[in-house]
């Protein structure tokens, strides 16, 4: 299996942001298949940690399809809130995955732990876990990350989740705001990819 050069790949996802973003970093001789051309729901992602829950996924949809598949488990860590969101970033968003609420949460949160907030560099993180399983063998699960902090108001329309409210170290601009071929540069699932691809 892992002599071989994968072909066919399922990208493990029913969120678009994430099955485009996975997409444009494959290598373009891979055939990539989405959870929508079959159908799949997600399943309950039940782990402890962004890895548990990237193999609950990249298994369960490879063992439904029979593909090798990369799942990804991906979220803001932010420091003044014990690193939450964290693994709990979608459910911030409810179960219509609206981030604009997911956002106002977080704003939410930010002011009662701290009113003055706005007037400092609020640390934070991007995660993501990302794994390739073929039926229950895990090929590989890696951990990718970017350093940041929160800004003072969303900003931009592009990228998705929590990419207008996140700045990474020395930007200035925030995910959302920035073209995507430069985000796709130097974000966590870039990182995560970069340490992946080898196994592909």
């Given amino acids: 299996m892992l002599n071989k050069k994968i072909k066919k790949l399922l990208i493990g996802t ?39 829950n990237s193999l609950i996924k990249s298994r369960y949809f490879s063992k439904k399809t029979n593909l090798t598949c990369i799942a990804d488990d991906s979220g803001l860590e932010i420091d003044i809130l014990n690193k939450r969101p964290g693994i709990y970033s979608a459910r911030w968003a409810g179960r219509e995955s609206n981030f604009n609420k997911a956002i106002k949460k ?11 907030w706005k007037k400092k560099k609020i ?19 890696v951990i990718g990350k970017v350093e940041g902090y929160i800004a003072h108001e969303p900003k931009g329309k592009n990228g998705f989740g929590y990419d207008p409210i996140f700045i990474p170290l020395k930007g200035k601009q925030t995910f959302g705001e920035m073209k995507s ?4 540069k130097i974000d966590h699932r870039s990182m995560a990819y970069r340490k992946i691809r080898r196994f592909l």
Avoid: M, Q
Wanted: charged content about 35%.
């Fill in 14 to 52: 029913n969120n678009k942001g994430k099955l485009k973003e996975i997409r444009s970093l494959l290598p373009k001789y891979i055939k990539t298949y989405s959870t929508s051309d079959f159908k799949l729901k997600s399943p309950i992602e039940n782990g402890e940690s962004f890895k548990e």
């Fill in 181 to 184: 071929n430069l985000k796709y």
């Fill in 123 to 141: 640390k934070a993180r991007f995660i993501c876990a990302l794994s390739i399983s073929f039926l229950n063998k895990k090929i590989s699960c």
């Fill in 106 to 116: 977080v704003y939410k949160e930010l002011k009662k732990k701290d009113k003055d």
